[in-house]
């Protein structure tokens, strides 16, 4: 697959960088950057190593010759970057971003709504899948935990753009689950702020457990 990634920071250069590795893949990652910005020195040597699998261009580059975006900056910059993306009709968008308002006391999105159909609305035609957000950077370098993979929920209303997240939270070894329409993501970006209050409790008044932590749906066979 050709995929660009919309803001190369904690989430977007940790899902580029594995993705671009995967064994036995062919995905080519492009880093979009702004005009001026640099890739950070770690990604900058990852490009470089990565034998063509990864580079850095310009967001609309990026955007235009991939199938894939995945957007992945701070909410208050999404606007921006999903219009600097230019059309994305047809693409497959990921959106990982969480709408967070400040002091983390909710989302910052009208009621009912959410990050994932706002980002939809920007971007007239594209594929919109909502995923890689309830869990942390350090997961999505290793989701693996001793009771099994964790698990990667994602909801959209296209169902081939669907595959193709399972197919790329699979391949980075999540156990990823279909959570439903597209209207499901404020229930995933109200986990991430769940995750948020779990892992760093300090901020939010939750449990305090640390960022190694991630959600796992528990299942079992009928009993009945
Ligand atoms: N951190 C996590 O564990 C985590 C987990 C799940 C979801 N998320 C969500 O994922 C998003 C990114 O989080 P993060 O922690 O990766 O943030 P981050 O480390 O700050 O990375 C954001 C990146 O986006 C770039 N950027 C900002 N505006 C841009 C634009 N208009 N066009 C292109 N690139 C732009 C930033 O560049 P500059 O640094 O040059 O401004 C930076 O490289 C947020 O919405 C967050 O809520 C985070």
Known sequence: MRIAIIGAG???????????????ATHTVTFGLRAGDEPDAQLGEFIEASGGAARAAPV???????????????WKATREAVESA????????IDCTNPFAAGLTGLDVPDGRSGAEEVASLAPGARVVKAFNTTGF???????F???PATMFY???DASAKRVVQQLA????FDPIDAGPLSRARVLEGMALLWVSLAMGGVSGGAELGR?????LARRRSTA
């Open 10 to 24: 904690h989430v977007g250069g940790t899902l580029g960088r594995r993705w671009a590795s995967v064994p036995g």
């Open 60 to 74: 609309a580059d990026a955007a235009r010759d991939a199938g894939v975006v995945v957007f992945a900056t701070p």
């Open 86 to 93: 230019g059309a994305l009709t047809g693409k497959v968008v």
């Open 138 to 144: 350090n997961i999505m370098a290793n989701p693996v």
């Open 146 to 148: 001793p009771e099994g």
């Open 155 to 157: 909801c959209g209303d």
């Open 170 to 173: 699979s391949e980075l070894g």
């Open 212 to 216: 190694e932590i991630a959600f796992r």
